[in-house]
């Protein structure tokens, strides 16, 4: 049974930092992993989506590496900013198939202090 | 670009009330999932479909139905509404096929059963 970690589960930063947030999974046999922004009382906003055969995607001030041999990715911020206090969400698909699972961490809260 | 929505955004409903969520999504995807999501405890998978006509059963379907007459719609009922389904429900959608990627999501709606 695939199992996704997040850890810590808040963080708080000061503006301008650069960051990292981590995200773990059991089972290296996935299709692809997501990474969501979810800002309060909102729903998921698609950051960025990593196919298994892929290392890292980029977009703007995001990056998001995969290493599925040791079951791991890490969304970078880079030059963090108030706008950026939201709760980040990774989720790993085992295959291409609907039915194919889905397994979502339970996020960390980012909040970046002015 | 409408993208996934959803409504209503809020709701109450009394125990054993009936009701139904809508969603629609207009980029054509042939998948379709609804999730609900409670404090502390991640996404959980409802019910999906792969296209009009065709559900399945997700990891926690008990006290809910669907329906797919058209790509476009795929509502949620909630028969005999209970205390345990207050919480968040978010309808998502996804290419699939060879294009199987990136999940969207709606804005959520809010049932609170009282």
């Known amino acids: 049974k695939q199992e996704v970690t997040q850890i810590p589960a808040a963080l708080s930063v000061p503006e301008g930092e650069n960051l990292v947030l981590n995200c773990s999974f059991t089972?290296?046999?996935?299709?692809?992993l997501q990474w969501f922004r979810q800002d309060p009382g909102k729903g998921l906003t698609s950051l960025l989506l990593i196919q298994s055969s892929q290392r890292e995607q980029t977009s703007g001030r995001l990056n998001a590496s995969l290493d599925k041999s040791s079951g791991r990715s890490t969304l970078y911020i880079a030059a963090s900013q108030p706008g950026d206090s939201a709760t980040y969400l990774c989720a790993v698909r085992g295959g291409a198939g609907a039915n194919s699972k889905l397994t979502f961490g339970k996020g960390i809260t980012l909040s970046v202090r002015p | 670009n409408a993208g996934v929505t959803q409504t209503p955004k809020f709701r109450i409903l009394k125990i054993g009330q009936s009701m139904t969520l809508q969603c629609t999504q207009d980029?054509?995807?042939?998948?379709m999932y609804w999730y609900r999501q409670d404090p502390g405890m991640g996404l959980k998978l409802i019910y999906y479909?792969?296209?009009?006509?065709?559900?399945d059963k997700g990891e926690v379907p008990n006290g809910y139905n669907v329906s797919r007459s058209t790509t476009e719609d795929f509502p949620l009922r909630l028969e005999l509404a209970a205390p345990s389904q207050t919480s968040v429900y978010f309808c998502a959608s996804i290419a699939g096929g060879r294009n199987t990627g990136e999940l969207f999501f709606g804005e959520g709606s809010r049932l609170t059963v009282l």
């Open positions: 089972d290296s046999a996935i299709y692809n």
């Open positions: 980029m054509n995807h042939n998948y």
């Open positions: 479909s792969v296209g009009a006509g065709i559900t």
